[in-house]
């Protein structure tokens, strides 16, 4: 089957790239066969013929194709918390809300009810493809993994673990070494076998919580894990002060050298947050063809910093946005987003007003623009995590989202007769997109939001 649709992706970082009346060739799978710009020799015929054999679905005039948004780190347990608790510092945060609030997740009835929300708000927000942490618990780990299939969102979802006595309470901890193990390894096989899993929409990723959670047992049997099964690894590194402190004191080195000697920095391991890495990290990091979530609107809550993201792309670092919900109070990665450009602007102008300009601390070039945040956003997380979405290339799965600038009660002001360029038109579509805008979202080129055309 075909579409034509007019919209924006971009398959290099700093480069948008806008078309008109594309002509998209899908196969069965939703797999982008072949595209065809408007004006060249065969579209207009096999347009013509794709609407004479019924197989051709005009996207509606004046709405934008973009490729569906990569969460790269969103806590699943903690959206019930959203827009709460988010005055605390993170250790304090941690013991007081959060593990209370993900250890309810025994609780399978209630898993059932937040995940099912969860998954269909995120989708509604264009969030296409989503890389969970889920609690230690087994029933509520693959809930999360059969309301994503049922729903249709492409999701790697991780059993947390978490041993270590010194953080974790007794009523929330991986009883021992083994126990997480298991309950990982359980979960691994179950997502692998899932009977409506057939594609691998859904897959298990290796997830220590951070190193302050976690034995170095665990951290040892996990990386051993992760070599036996080459399965995807995510954890939290060089968050806050606290948190790289504690590695520093603990292991004597980084987060990002103490994993990897643990074998957990691998292809394919997603970092979250990592303001305090190194320039030596960073470098490691894209040695190994790891990656960082960058949180922006977490980081300015539980870390009081900002992730250098234009120096983590300088220097290779492969790069994806999350909104570590609920240490980020918003569903929405195009919040995450906009959130990167403000944050960006701020470290490489340094913040406090009562300092004369020159005297703030501030970093040169650490400002991003609009197509290099949309690119992390959706191709930056694709690569991030070796999957083949977020552009509308040959060969790429269509994870798409279409955006309508006349949504009832959420409009987007374009004036095409003001600002008619491209690149204006993406920057109006990524400052102004909210969930009310977003009409339609395929997954895998199945419709998952939005009335059939
Ligand atoms: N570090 C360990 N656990 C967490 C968590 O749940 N949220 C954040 N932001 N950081 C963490
Ligand atoms: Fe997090």
């Not at 609407?51 to 005009?58: P, W």
């Not at 995510?234 to 990897?260: I, K, P, Y």
């Not at 040169?364 to 997380?381: E, L, M, N, S």
Request: charged share 25%; proline share 5%; aromatic share 8%.
């Amino acid at each position: 089957r075909f579409l034509l649709a007019s919209g924006f992706h971009a398959p290099v970082c700093g480069e948008a790239e806008a078309f008109r009346n594309r002509l998209i060739e899908l196969d069965g799978d939703g797999r982008i066969m072949a595209t065809w710009e408007d004006g060249t020799a065969d579209h207009a015929r096999l347009v013509a013929e794709a609407e004479q054999s019924g197989r051709l679905t005009r996207l509606p005039e004046g709405q934008f194709l973009l490729p569906g948004f990569v969460d790269l780190h969103i806590h699943a347990p903690q959206y019930p918390q959203l827009g709460t608790a988010l005055d605390q510092p993170l250790d304090v945060w941690l013991k007081t809300y959060t593990f209370p609030l993900e250890a309810r997740y025994r609780d399978e009835a209630f898993a059932a009810r937040a995940y099912a929300m969860l998954v269909e708000d995120l989708i509604a927000n264009g969030t296409t493809t989503a890389l969970y942490f889920g609690t230690i618990h087994p029933g509520a780990n693959r809930l999360l993994a059969d309301i994503c299939l049922e729903k249709g969102q492409r999701a790697l979802i991780g059993k947390v673990a978490m041993d270590h006595k010194d953080l974790c309470p007794d009523d929330y901890r991986d009883a021992s070494v083994d126990a997480a193990l298991k309950g990982t390894q359980d979960l691994i096989d179950y997502i692998t076998h899932h009977p409506d899993n057939g594609e691998g929409r859904v897959k298990p990723v290796i997830t220590p919580r951070f190193i302050p959670a976690c034995t170095d047992d665990l951290l040892h049997e996990l990386g051993a894990m992760a070599a036996d099964t080459c399965c995807h690894i995510q954890t939290h590194a060089s968050e806050g002060d606290w948190e790289h402190n504690h590695v520093l004191d603990r292991h004597g080195m980084s987060d990002t050298e103490s994993l990897d000697r643990f074998g957990l920095l691998r292809e394919h391991t997603v970092l979250a947050h990592g303001n305090f890495i190194s320039l030596d990290d960073m470098e490691k990091i894209a040695l190994r063809k790891a990656a960082v979530a960058h949180c922006p609107l977490s980081n300015a809550y539980f870390a009081d910093a900002i992730f250098p993201l234009a120096q983590a792309l300088e220097k290779g670092v492969r790069v994806g946005l999350g909104t570590d919900i609920s240490a980020g109070p918003s569903a929405s990665l195009a919040n995450s987003l906009r959130s990167a450009l403000w944050s960006g602007r701020l470290l490489e102008s340094g913040t406090d007003p009562a300092l004369a300009a020159g005297e703030r601390s501030a970093r040169a070039g650490q400002r991003v623009d609009v197509p290099t945040a949309f690119h992390v956003a959706t191709a930056g997380g694709a690569r991030a995590l070796g999957l083949p979405v977020g552009t509308f290339e040959p060969g790429k799965i269509f994870d798409a989202i279409l955006v309508d600038p006349e949504a009832a009660g959420a409009p987007i002001r374009l004036w095409p007769e003001l600002y008619s360029g491209d690149d204006e038109i993406l920057e109006k579509l990524i400052y102004g997109v909210t969930r009310a805008n977003i009409s339609r979202v395929w997954i895998g080129g199945e419709l998952c939001s939005g009335a059939a055309l």
